[in-house]
Nanobody, 124 residues
Framework: QVQLVESGGGLVQAGDSLRLSCTVS????????VGWFLQAAGTEREFVAA????????YYADSVRGRFTISRDNAKNTVYLQMNSLKPEDTAVYYC?????????????????WGQGTQVTVSS
């Protein structure tokens, strides 16, 4: 079993920045990639970004490319999502998740373990 705990959400104004953290514990040897997803009220969970656990390959949704940066600190088993130039439409609950599939990182259904989520609210 893999456990994930997110932190770093909050209420900010448009144009501000936030950094989310996702600490991974448990059977981390089974993790191939860690992804971030968002879910706004009344919508389905959607892909934001992902990073391979060992190689550092990164993947982004078009809506966040150039504004968000995903990174990892393997010594701390932590994945970060640096979010800059935040927009009101970025408002959502952000989840991190772990998958054994290093190739289809945009598909939420392929993620086995999820964190509890952290709320990000961007006011205009």
């Amino acid at each position: 079993q893999v456990q994930l705990v997110e932190s770093g959400g909050g209420l900010v104004q448009a144009g501000d920045s936030l950094r989310l953290s996702c600490t991974v514990s448990g059977r981390t040897f089974s993790v191939s990639a860690v992804g971030w997803f968002l879910q706004a009220a009344g919508t389905e969970r959607e892909f934001v970004a992902a990073i391979s656990w060992s190689g550092g390959n990164t993947y982004y949704a078009d809506s966040v490319r150039g504004r968000f940066t995903i990174s990892r600190d393997n010594a701390k088993n932590t994945v970060y999502l640096q979010m800059n130039s935040l927009k009101p439409e970025d408002t959502a609950v952000y989840y991190c998740a772990a998958t054994r599939d290093a190739y289809n990182v945009r598909l939420s259904r392929l993620y086995d373990n999820w964190g509890q989520g952290t709320q990000v609210t961007v006011s205009s």
